[in-house]
C-alpha cells in the first residue's frame, strides 16, 4: 500500500478563499484523522471518522471548518472563508483499530493564507 | 485535562552514543502510548505502540518503556546514528478516545 496521501502538499491562498484538503486513508483503515500542527500549537485533532462517520468533531475550531468522509477512500477536509490563522500543516492518519492501532500519517498538506 | 510533556525539548549528542527521551503524562486512563519520529517537512512516523497492559516495546535499537502508574514513558536510543535525527514525539490515547501528543524532543546526532 502507498500510505497515506494527502494533496496538495502545499498551498497558498489568500484570506476569504475557499480551501479545500484532501486525503486518501490505508485501505483496510476503519479510522481516519485529520489534524493540524503549528508551532504554538502542537498537534491538534480536529475530527476523526468510523466507518465514514464522523464520530468526534470537537476539535474542529470554527464553523468555517467542515469534513467529509463520502467513502472509505476519500475524505476532505475545507475551510471556507479561510483566515491568516489559518496557516499550518494538516495531517490526516489512519488507523485499523482505534485502541489497538497504529496510527499512519500522511505527509501533511502546508497551508499558507495571506 | 490530559497533558503530555517531553524532556529535554532538544537533545544534541555524538555519534554513538546512548540516549533517552522522556515523556510524562498527567492522567494513567489511558489506552495506549505511541512514540512518533518527525523528519522535516514530513509527516509522522510510528516508532512503537506500548499499550496499557505493557510494560514495554522493542524495535531495532529503539526500546520504549511505560510506567502508566507513575504517568511516564521513555525511548531509550541504542548507538544513535546521524540518521536518528529528527522529532521525536509521544502520544497517549486516553480514555475517549483522544490521542494527545507531547510537543516532542528536537533530537541531534553529530558525526
Given amino acids: 500500500d502507498a500510505g497515506v496521501i494527502q494533496s496538495p502538499r502545499h498551498e497558498v491562498t489568500e484570506m476569504g478563499q475557499e480551501v479545500t484538503l484532501r486525503c486518501k486513508p490505508i485501505s483496510g483503515h476503519d479510522y481516519l484523522f485529520w489534524y493540524r500542527q503549528t508551532m504554538m500549537r502542537g498537534l491538534e485533532l480536529l475530527i476523526y471518522f468510523n466507518n465514514n462517520v464522523p464520530i468526534d468533531d470537537s476539535g474542529m475550531p470554527e464553523d468555517r471548518f467542515s469534513a467529509k468522509m463520502p467513502n472509505a477512500s476519500f475524505s476532505t477536509l475545507k475551510i471556507q472563508p479561510s483566515e491568516p490563522r489559518d496557516s499550518a500543516v494538516y495531517f490526516c492518519a489512519s488507523s485499523q483499530g482505534l485502541n489497538t492501532g497504529e496510527l499512519f500519517f500522511g505527509e501533511g498538506s502546508r497551508l499558507t493564507v495571506l | ?111
Fill in chain 2, 1 to 111: 485535562k490530559q497533558e503530555v510533556t517531553q524532556i529535554p525539548a532538544a537533545l544534541s549528542v555524538p555519534e554513538g552514543e546512548n540516549l533517552v527521551l522522556n515523556c510524562s503524562f498527567t492522567d494513567s486512563a489511558i489506552y495506549n502510548l505511541q512514540w512518533f519520529r518527525q523528519d522535516p517537512g514530513k509527516g509522522l512516523t510510528s516508532l512503537l505502540l506500548i499499550q496499557s497492559s505493557q510494560r514495554e516495546q522493542t524495535s531495532g535499537r529503539l526500546n520504549a518503556s511505560l510506567d502508566k502508574s507513575s504517568g511516564r514513558s521513555t525511548l531509550y536510543i541504542a548507538a544513535s546514528q546521524p540518521g536518528d535525527s529528527a522529532t521525536y514525539l509521544c502520544a497517549v490515547l486516553e480514555y475517549g478516545n483522544k490521542l494527545v501528543f507531547g510537543a516532542g524532543t528536537i533530537l541531534r546526532v553529530k558525526s
